[in-house]
């Protein structure tokens, strides 16, 4: 900032304290805050340092006596928070680092190192994160805006690259960030792992010509998000997905696992969903009942096996030929219903979006008193019963069962009453 803007600044803060005589106040937009404490400490005293003309550009007085480089001004921006930095043996850092040997500090000090591709670009750039490139580092303010010490002003540059002490014209200052202008970024992390994602699917068996949709929430004190998916056991995708909450594509038939991972400097937590993909009709299903004769009272249940491959099972079901059941049974393996006197043929389909199997079972249902089982009450029933209850003839187990029309157990003369009594009425 020069010294035309630091007046500015200067009748800018004289009209904020009139409006407050006056208990007006202009409406002043703020920076969303860092995630982390010591990180906006950090950022308020660069803010701080960038508005103070008494601090400039300097490699030989980089030391903020008065002046700073590129990275001294990011070290003593944490240092001025608190912030103590470890290489990897353990020995503590006290003096400033550069930007070639930042990355030792930083990242056995709590920070992440990231690719800007890593983080999905600017989207990804986070308010506190380091900035980074060969030969050059700034802060990240959010908002657009970045932060640091960019280099000696033209008109007062030096061959041993110690012009005057101060600024002498937006040397240290706030600037507009340009993405394409960084490597990477380093970001602290608060000190905890990652909350754990919970992925989802809309179903678990799709087709080869279907895209599958892995999705997963936002999850907190995730740097990025990595996808690791495994087919048939082995290694198929394994990738970071930036920060993206979605994966889409299509694959070829198999088994999969999925596991998306929130990570960060600390750890990683996951978590995982499976599913198959077919490229082939559903196996044939095979259907069965218990007998194929049933009266009116009894529930017929059509039972099936679970078939490779199906997506849902459909039941249609013909009444005399003609069409009396007809819908999907989704995931069930059974069926049971009472039915009205008639031949009955109950097909069980698996389907999927490739093709569908069928399969077929027969049964029929008789009224009591039917004891020829021809679907009708006639004089040919009530002549069978009237020979057994005269001991001409015996009944089956079948007969015996429509026989007895008060359902007491006992096959008598009042059933045979009852029989006449349909037969007639």
Known sequence: MNTKQKSLKGIFMALVMIFSLFGVMPQVEMEASATNSQIES??????????????????????????????????????????????????????????STMKEWLTNSGFSYFTMSQIGGESGVQRGDILWKSGHTELYLGDGKQVGAHGCNPTSYAPNRSPNPGDQGDEISVANFKASSWTGIFRYNSGSVPEKPNIYIEKNLYSINETININWNKTQNTDLYWLH????????????????????????????????VSFNGIGET?????????????EKPNPYIEKELYSINETVNITWDETKNTEHYWIHIYRDG??????????????????????????????????????????????????????????????????????????????????????????NIFDLTLLKHKLFS
Not at 272 to 282: E, G, L, R, T
Not at 325 to 351: E, H, R
Not at 379 to 402: C, N
């Open 322 to 411: 003609n069409d009396y059941i007809n819908q999907s049974v989704n995931q069930d393996l059974s069926y049971s219903a009472k039915y009205p006197a008639g031949n009955y043929t109950a097909f069980i389909v698996s389907f999927n979006g490739i093709g569908e199997t069928l399969n077929s079972v027969k049964f029929y249902v008789t009224d009591n008193g039917d004891l020829n089982h021809d679907n009708e009450i006639t004089i040919s029933d009530t002549v069978i019963f009237q020979k057994y209850i005269l001991g001409m003839q015996t009944l089956t187990q079948e007969q015996a069962k429509f026989a007895d029309l008060t359902q007491d157990g006992i096959i």
């Open 270 to 282: 996951l978590s995982s969903v499976k599913f198959v993909v077919y490229d082939s009709a559903p």
């Open 229 to 260: 998916i495994y087919k048939d056991g082995n290694d198929y995708i394994n990738q970071s997905v930036n920060q993206d909450l979605s994966y889409s594509a299509k694959y070829p038939a198999g088994n999969y696992t999925a596991f998306i």
């Open 42 to 99: 950090a950022l308020q005293w660069a803010v701080n340092i960038a508005d103070d003309q008494s601090h400039g550009y300097s490699q030989k007085n980089r030391n903020g006596n008065p002046d700073y480089d590129c990275s001294s001004f990011v070290y003593y921006a944490l240092k001025s928070a608190g912030f103590t930095l470890h290489n990897s043996k353990g020995t503590t850092l006290t003096y400033a680092f550069t930007t």
